[in-house]
């Protein structure tokens, strides 16, 4: 059973939560950008190896800290994970198809991950907030206190 929201959010807190999501993906986006280029120029993989794993890394750490600190739901963690993959497995082979193809045709492999990171960021806050954590937004205990 899922939880239900408490009430509409007015304008204000949907303007938050988008300030929230926003940094939370940055500092996620962060952990992306170091984990890519640890992988990219220390270890020498190629642009979508390197791409994925970091993906990976950052995706894990975005979901954790926006579901408890931004959505603040209650929602069952393994059908918002599932929803989750399911938006990743969209979003990560054409992400990685067009990195690797705009990489081959010469252009930064930097500007590229910048691009993609920032597709990532509308996209991802959209489904998460029409999708996955539909109705049950501040459904979580102590969400109205602002813990």
């Known amino acids: 059973m899922q939880p239900t929201q408490k009430a509409p959010l007015t304008r204000k807190q949907n303007i938050l939560q988008f ?17 890519f280029t ?33 959505f603040q739901s209650a929602a069952s963690i393994p059908l918002a994970m599932l929803k989750v993959a399911g938006y990743y497995a969209v979003f990560t082979p054409l992400s990685t198809w067009w990195g690797d193809a705009l990489t081959r045709l010469g252009w930064n492999e930097y500007l590229v991950l910048a691009g993609t990171m920032v597709i990532n960021l509308v996209t991802e806050f959209l489904f998460c907030r029409l999708v996955v954590y539909r109705g049950s937004i501040n459904s979580r205990a102590g969400a109205a206190s602002g813990e």
């Open 38 to 70: 640890l992988l990219f120029e220390l270890a020498h993989l190629g642009y979508w190896p390197s791409y994925l794993v970091a993906l990976v890394l950052s995706v894990l750490y975005n979901f954790t800290v926006n579901r408890r600190f931004t």
């Open 19 to 35: 300030i929230k999501f926003t940094l939370f993906s940055a500092s996620a986006g962060l952990v992306q950008v170091v984990s």
